[in-house]
T-cell receptor, first 118, second 115 residues
Framework: AQTVTQSQPEMSVQEAETVTLSCTYD???????LFWYKQPPSRQMILVIR??????QNATENRFSVNFQKAAKSFSLKISDSQLGDAAMYFC???????????????FGKGTKLSVKP | EAGVTQFPSHSVIEKGQTVTLRCDPI?????LYWYRRVMGKEIKFLLH????????ESGMPNNRFLAERTGGTYSTLKVQPAELEDSGVYFC?????????????FGEGSWLTVV
């Protein structure tokens, strides 16, 4: 069974600085998707960034980028120029690319609570 | 366009009582999912609907949980009777296609406290 591990329960960053959130996963599959979701307090959980395992190029979305190391099964999120609005719970998630069975099943890590200091 | 909406946002009930959570997915989304996060634990998959059919209910913890999606629109998740360990946040999500890389949109969650 696949697992996702986020080893940092809490992180803190100064406004305008850069922070990296860690995520490792375990799978025997070769084709899958990885996601970072963000949930601000009392708000909807929204997709921050997505990475297809077959793509070697790291995904980027504005100030958010990932460092995807497939062999090491590592998928870290880098937030550049941190803003107060980045404060939230961040969840790393895995999803199999196989059809059938549990293809709708996202597997999440426990989350990292990010605080941004002004 | 409205996002995934869930009701109630917060609920406090006594052990043994019944609670029904409702989810309205994004209009046109055939796929609807329920997830749960117990405090300090990972968000766990409960089940997946495609229209009104249960595609995968492997994550449902026991028969005290009943999910329905009559007519393939909104869904309800009933917990009867509720136990203390059912406390947590229940997330509903929806997506347009079955393609596994497609974006899944989440609601704000329904916070359930069983006392």
């Amino acid at each position: 069974a696949q697992t996702v591990t986020q080893s940092q329960p809490e992180m803190s960053v100064q406004e305008a600085e850069t922070v990296t959130l860690s995520c490792t996963y375990d799978t025997s599959e070769s084709d899958y998707y990885l996601f970072w979701y963000k949930q601000p307090p009392s708000r909807q959980m929204i997709l921050v960034i997505r990475q297809e395992a077959y793509k070697q190029q790291n995904a980027t979305e504005n100030r958010f980028s990932v460092n995807f190391q497939k062999a090491a099964k590592s998928f870290s999120l880098k937030i550049s120029d941190s803003q107060l609005g980045d404060a939230a719970m961040y969840f790393c998630a895995y999803r199999s690319a196989l059809y059938g069975g549990s293809q709708g099943n996202l597997i999440f890590g426990k989350g990292t609570k990010l605080s941004v200091k002004p | 366009e409205a996002g995934v909406t869930q009701f109630p946002s917060h609920s406090v009930i006594e052990k043994g009582q019944t609670v029904t959570l409702r989810c309205d997915p994004i209009s046109g989304h055939d796929n609807l999912y329920w997830y749960r996060r117990v405090m300090g634990k990972e968000i766990k998959f409960l089940l997946h609907f495609v229209k009104e059919s249960k595609q995968d209910e492997s994550g449902m913890p026991n028969n005290r949980f009943l999910a329905e999606r009559t007519g393939g629109t909104y869904s309800t998740l009933k917990v009867q009777p509720a136990e203390l360990e059912d406390s947590g946040v229940y997330f509903c999500a929806s997506s347009q296609e079955r393609w596994t890389g497609n974006t899944i949109y989440f609601g704000e969650g329904s916070w359930l406290t069983v006392v």
